[in-house]
């Protein structure tokens, strides 16, 4: 790959040309670049940043995003899946609609499952009420 690296301007230039089409392009300076600023920015603010897959799951760079990142959110079975099996820790996972199929690999690939509604949470209680942390009263 041929990179033009302007440092005046602290740009860098891509000759898009030299790469087939449709694809993917991540420059990995620049991404390391960002993430240092976000972690620094969470650090002296005391938050931790979760990474929304519905804005980026090019999972071949999750590697990366681990040295900065710790968690990740999911808004279906699939991005809790990747989340646990490709980024490396359990998801913040919330869903509009669950299903009785679905919710055993919701919680198995899931830290913190938020639900839609008091009744949705009633629904699949019986299922988290050996691990479950809050209590359903607060739902009532």
């Given at each position: 790959m041929n990179l033009n690296h302007n440092h005046l301007?602290?740009?860098i230039m891509i000759d898009f040309t030299q790469f087939p089409s449709p694809c993917y392009i991540m420059e990995e300076e620049?991404?390391?670049r960002n993430l240092s600023l976000i972690k620094s920015v969470a650090d002296r603010a005391?938050?931790?940043i979760i990474l929304a897959f519905k804005s980026f799951a090019m999972w071949r760079s999750f590697p990366i995003f681990r040295e900065y990142v710790?968690?990740?959110t999911a808004s279906s079975v699939y991005e809790a899946s990747l989340a646990?099996?490709?980024f490396g820790s359990k998801a913040h996972t919330y869903?509009?609609?669950y299903t009785e199929e679905d919710f055993p690999d919701i919680m198995?690939?899931?830290s913190h499952i938020t639900f839609n509604s008091p009744g949705q949470f009633r629904r699949f209680y019986p299922m988290i009420e050996p691990m479950a942390t809050v209590s359903p009263a607060a739902f009532a």
């Open positions: 301007t602290d740009i620049l991404l390391r005391g938050v931790e710790d968690h990740s646990f099996e490709e869903s509009p609609a198995r690939c899931s």
